[in-house]
């Protein structure tokens, strides 16, 4: 049964990743012209899971969600794309049977996501790093 639910999550990501290159929408016109539309916090972080279970699963790692009740204008796509990414980092440096925590709050005018593994962390002299293009830290 879990098989066939994250199969099925898998397989509704494909058909809206079909969808968008259907549409005409690659990658840079997506991030140039994005589709900004409200979304529950809740909702999406419960989408970055189902997207990422079946890869937890493997490991038998635990995603631990705590979500704030806020309505957000974004583009679903794009931030379900960084979500994953977030998300899929933690299970790549967590150890097996660990515990992911993924949180989002309410800060002023902002929401603030928040992932929480139990990996080795980023190095303080690479952190400068982090947001260079086409740079993978080690």
């Given at each position: 049964?879990?098989?066939?639910?994250?199969?099925?999550?898998n397989l509704n990501s494909m058909i809206s990743l079909v969808s968008s290159i259907a549409e005409g929408l690659d990658k840079s016109e997506r991030m140039l012209n994005p589709v900004i539309e409200e979304r529950s916090c809740r909702i999406i972080m419960e989408n970055a899971r189902a997207a990422t279970e079946a890869l937890f699963n493997q490991r038998q790692i635990k995603l631990e969600i705590s979500s704030c009740d806020e309505n957000l204008q974004l583009d679903q796509h794009l931030i379900s794309r960084v979500m994953v990414n977030f998300l899929s980092n933690a299970f790549k440096y967590s150890p097996d049977s660990a515990l992911i925590k993924f949180s989002a709050e309410r800060r002023a005018n902002a929401v603030l996501f928040n992932v929480e593994d139990h990996g080795p962390g980023i190095s303080p002299d690479k952190i400068g790093d982090l947001f260079q293009k086409y740079k993978q830290l080690e």
């Amino acid at each position: 049964k879990q098989v066939c639910k994250s199969f099925k999550n898998n397989l509704n990501s494909m058909i809206s990743l079909v969808s968008s290159i259907a549409e005409g929408l690659d990658k840079s016109e997506r991030m140039l012209n994005p589709v900004i539309e409200e979304r529950s916090c809740r909702i999406i972080m419960e989408n970055a899971r189902a997207a990422t279970e079946a890869l937890f699963n493997q490991r038998q790692i635990k995603l631990e969600i705590s979500s704030c009740d806020e309505n957000l204008q974004l583009d679903q796509h794009l931030i379900s794309r960084v979500m994953v990414n977030f998300l899929s980092n933690a299970f790549k440096y967590s150890p097996d049977s660990a515990l992911i925590k993924f949180s989002a709050e309410r800060r002023a005018n902002a929401v603030l996501f928040n992932v929480e593994d139990h990996g080795p962390g980023i190095s303080p002299d690479k952190i400068g790093d982090l947001f260079q293009k086409y740079k993978q830290l080690e």
